[in-house]
């Protein structure tokens, strides 16, 4: 049957590259994937950790994306990947999915801590916050719209509004600083929810009016971090490593690295490269806090 | 006694003062291309560079370049275009040379409209639902590329059936009078002589696959794919990528530390690989009208 | 003759000589292909409907769900530990404002953009300025959030002393110029498709050019120009990556243009990523995916009608 030519060249137009494409694919000499998910307040240092070990075992390689903690744990129960990064414990309801979906308990892993800072724009005056000034500010209901509600002289801010800038409402990030700060309470409405750690910053950085929250490591020279008391009359503790792992900073929290029972192979070296001090000086590199010395173990 | 008579007088005082008004208001929707790609240019200047395009990121995608997402814009054009292309042309050409004026054809016709009108994020549901979940594919290329091929159908359709209903019918008469199938006369002088207006629409689309992001976000596209430097084909139909669109978005929301005019440097590389691509689609279209044989 | 759907006579039936079987057999096979493209074209919008309803639905039937509360609530709750609620009405608020404020930009400046295009300028020049205003259209939404984010941002802070930069302003401004060439490209076509001798006619009666623009033109293309209007509206509800960057995300009904918002179309983009398959709050987000599905459908349908007026005239 005699085919038209240009029917043949469309056709290959249309397969030849399809083709070609699909020869793409893993690196040479990859011998195993592994598939890293979760928090998006950890995807900076999960993908830190990737890159590096990419070099130290270039036949494994390491998929990171983010999309949030509860994302990488619902992947964690599907199967779809091994490794889940979370700002935040597994809830019961997510344990029992677990143990239902793949018939192992969850194992919790302890990669490092970070502490929420509550940043200002740094010609804001304040010195100082108790957590209930920022439950005044933040929470439904509370008392405080304005800078002089807190008896601050918000000098660099000529409406005296507070703009309120948070994570979005399913991120990590955003539970564990209404669980702190609000105490389970929800936030008001007309708050700024954005959607990276690092853009909450950014924008306070350029808004004099603004208050926001985020991973300490994230600072930049255009906003400061504001001390907190966890009660009014109580000493205002500025974030730090040590004012994190000694428990003083009140807003600070475990990272967590999720697997699906006791981790095997391939999975267990990254992890327990993750926890050696290569690993934890990447922790500490991103701005986060590393464990302290002797707690290299994959912790509970 | 030719002299203007008052309201002559004010009659061409208005149509001064409109020309400017009018002229003015063009200019306003001109410059802001010009300002826009200024700008972008200006701030990205420093770290623009060959090695920005071939290298992969590196020190947690605060430095090096952005290899890796060009790539995998290419591969999530290339598929989606593969899969949008047959399928619109044949489409249009049904719908054009085929189809009977009645209800059925009426309703494809406003599906088709309206499937144009879909917002971009509902693109990405539907692709979530159907490719990622239904399909089985995960995050993939084949999702992704799916997911914007349903995206970019309805325009290649439309663009398509205005390139055929443009070539003239005594062209298909003629054919007709002298023995030729309907699919004859299409394949023979119908679609070569279409063929700037259709290739015109696809290669469009192509700019506006590059651009969109909403619709990979959750399809397919991820913030970090270890890639070296100038693989040409690092990545599987089945595996997810990085993507120019969504990689700017990460790098002014996520990526901390990065010096600014590397996020300015990718919106530049972005912007200027969507208007290269619609440069070419009008000189074609340019190009392609001065052979028209009507 | 039975007719095809634009007027043509059907290809010709029996012959007087008979046609190799095997080029008759290929001809159908090629109809049948061709006529399983165009269906397919119906089955993607059914489908895409079918897949967003079926996640959606579950919800609506839910006991803790209530559709008045949906679509007059303005609180929007739903990872709340307090008490979850799920009302948007305050983002069809937040997405009605950008729209309006965007449409009231762009249709102005692109239909006057228009009718200079089409009535005030040589050949030459308007062939360039479309193409500028072409390239205008394609640049990527999410460089026009980014340029939101950073540029505009800053400027309304210093030019209006807003306390935020990110707000109804600033995202209307983007998505004006987001809409402006729908708006000029289906503008000028209604423009064109005025006979001249509308346009002799009146300058044969003295009228100046903008008289016979005002005059005459306007009110002849008018179906043609609340299409252009109408179809910027679907773009601009449909926009998601500029608003979720430039419209600082906040659940709330603005007071003013200065006060930050959020849309339907950023609420979906923005948690979609985070929420597990298949729980409420999946359910809800499809909710709004149907909710603008019906609102886009229904912007396209009037744009379609009005357009299908003109031509019925």
Same mark, same amino acid.
């Given at each position: ?300 | ?62 430095? =090096? ?61 539907? =692709?979530? =639902? ?5 399909? =089985? ?158 | ?313």
């Amino acid at each position: 049957m005699r085919v038209p030519r240009r029917f043949v060249t469309a056709a290959l137009a249309v397969v030849l590259p399809l083709a070609v494409l699909s020869c793409g694919g893993r690196r040479h000499g990859v011998a195993t994937v592994l598939l890293d998910r979760g928090s998006d307040t950890m995807i900076n240092v999960a993908q830190a950790w990737a890159e590096a070990y990419a070099r130290v075992a270039p036949e494994v390689s390491v998929e990171v994306a983010g999309g949030g903690s509860g994302v990488g744990i619902a992947a964690l129960i599907e199967g779809t990947v091994q490794m889940a990064n979370s700002s935040r414990p597994m809830k019961p309801a997510e344990r029992d999915r677990l143990r239902a979906a793949r018939g192992v308990d969850p194992v919790q892993i302890v990669a490092g801590y970070d502490a929420l800072a509550v940043f200002v724009h740094r010609d804001n005056p304040v010195a100082s916050l108790t957590l209930a000034q920022l439950e005044a500010v933040y929470a439904e209901h509370g008392a405080a719209e304005r800078w002089s509600d807190l008896g601050i002289r918000n000098t660099a801010c000529p409406r005296d509004t507070i703009i309120r800038i948070s994570r979005q409402s399913s991120s990590g990030t955003y539970d564990f600083f209404r669980e702190v700060a609000l105490r389970n309470r929800d936030f008001k409405l007309g708050t700024l929810e954005l959607n990276g750690s690092k853009e909450v910053v950014e924008l306070v950085g350029h808004t004099p009016c603004a208050i926001g929250y985020s991973g300490m490591g994230y600072a930049t020279p255009a906003v400061k971090m504001v001390p907190l008391a966890r009660a009014a009359g109580a000493v205002a503790v500025a974030p730090s490593p040590r004012a994190t792992l000694d428990r003083s900073y009140p807003i600070a929290r475990p990272l967590y690295v999720f697997v699906a029972g006791e981790p095997e192979g391939e999975t267990r070296r990254y992890l327990d490269w993750m926890l050696s001090p290569p690993g934890q000086a990447i922790v500490a590199a991103v701005g986060y806090v590393p464990l302290p010395a002797g707690h290299t173990e994959a912790g509970r | 006694m030719f002299e203007a008579t008052p309201q002559a007088l004010r009659r061409r005082r208005q149509e001064r003062i409109a020309t400017s008004v009018l002229a003015a208001m063009t200019f306003a929707t001109v410059v802001p291309l010009f300002a826009i790609l200024g700008y972008l240019l200006v701030k990205a200047w420093p770290s623009l560079s060959i090695s920005f395009l071939i290298e992969p990121p590196r020190d947690l995608q605060t430095h =090096g370049g952005i290899w890796p997402a060009l790539v995998g814009t290419i591969y999530l054009v290339t598929v989606s275009l593969a899969a949008a292309a047959p399928v619109g042309v044949l489409a249009a050409v049904w719908l054009n040379e085929y189809a009977r004026d009645n209800w059925f054809t009426r309703t494809v016709n406003l599906a088709v409209i309206n499937l144009a009108g879909v917002p971009s994020i509902v693109h990405a549901l539907f =692709g979530l =639902g159907a490719f990622v979940l239904a399909a =089985g594919l995960g995050q993939s290329v084949l999702a992704a590329s799916l997911t914007l091929a349903v995206m970019t159908l309805p325009v290649i359709i439309a663009s398509t059936r205005e390139a055929l209903a443009a070539v003239p019918w005594a062209f298909r008469e003629a054919c007709w009078n002298v023995g030729a199938t309907r699919w004859q006369t299409i394949r023979a002088v119908v679609l070569p002589n279409a063929i700037s207006g259709v290739l015109t629409g696809v290669i469009l689309q192509v700019s506006r696959a590059a651009g969109e992001s909403a619709p990979i976000l959750f399809t397919g596209a991820v913030m970090y794919k270890a890639v070296e430097k100038g693989d040409l084909l690092p990545y599987g139909l089945n595996e997810s990528v990085m993507a120019l669109a969504t990689h700017l978005y990460n790098l002014v929301t996520q990526i901390n530390g990065a010096p600014e005019s590397l996020q300015f440097a990718t919106a530049t590389v972005l912007v200027g690989v969507v208007l290269l691509v619609n440069s070419t689609a009008i000189v074609l279209r340019v190009v392609l009208r001065t052979r028209r044989k009507w | 003759m039975t007719t095809g759907a634009s007027g043509a006579p059907a290809a010709p039936g029996r012959a007087r000589f008979r046609r190799p079987p095997l080029s008759v057999w290929t001809e159908r096979l090629i109809e049948t292909v061709v006529i399983a493209s165009g269906v397919s074209a119906v089955v993607f919008v059914a489908v895409i409907l079918f897949f967003v309803v079926r996640e959606a639905a579950p919800v609506f039937v839910s006991e803790h769900f209530s559709l008045r509360e949906f679509l007059f609530s303005i609180e929007w709750y739903p990872t709340s530990l307090v008490k979850v609620r799920y009302g948007v009405a305050a983002m069809i608020v937040g997405t009605l404002a950008v729209t309006t404020l965007a449409m009231a930009l762009a249709v102005p400046f692109g239909i006057g953009a228009a009718i200079y295009l089409s009535e005030f300028c040589g050949p030459r020049l308007r062939e360039t300025l479309k193409i500028v205003i072409e390239l205008l259209a394609a640049i990527p939404s999410v460089v026009w959030g980014f340029l939101g984010l950073t540029v505009v941002n800053r400027l309304l802070i210093l030019l209006f002393g807003a306390s935020v930069g990110l707000n109804v302003l600033n995202a209307g401004l983007l998505l004006a110029l987001m809409s402006v060439p729908i708006v000029v490209s289906i503008g000028e076509d209604a423009l064109k498709a005025v006979p001249d001798a509308h346009r002799e006619a009146a300058l044969a009666m003295g009228a100046t050019r903008w008289q016979v623009v005002y005059r005459v033109l306007l009110p002849a293309a008018r179906h043609g120009l609340l299409a252009a209007a109408l179809l910027g509206v679907g773009r601009a509800v449909g926009e998601t990556m500029a608003v979720l960057m430039a419209t600082g995300h906040a659940v709330q009904i603005p007071g003013g243009l200065l006060d930050p918002v959020r849309t339907l179309t950023a609420n979906i983009a923005a948690e979609m990523g985070e929420v597990s398959q298949g729980s409420e709050h999946y359910q809800v987000l499809f909710a709004i995916g149907v909710l603008l599905f019906a609102i886009t459908f229904l912007v396209n349908l009037t744009a379609d009608l009005v357009v299908r007026g003109v031509r019925g005239k």
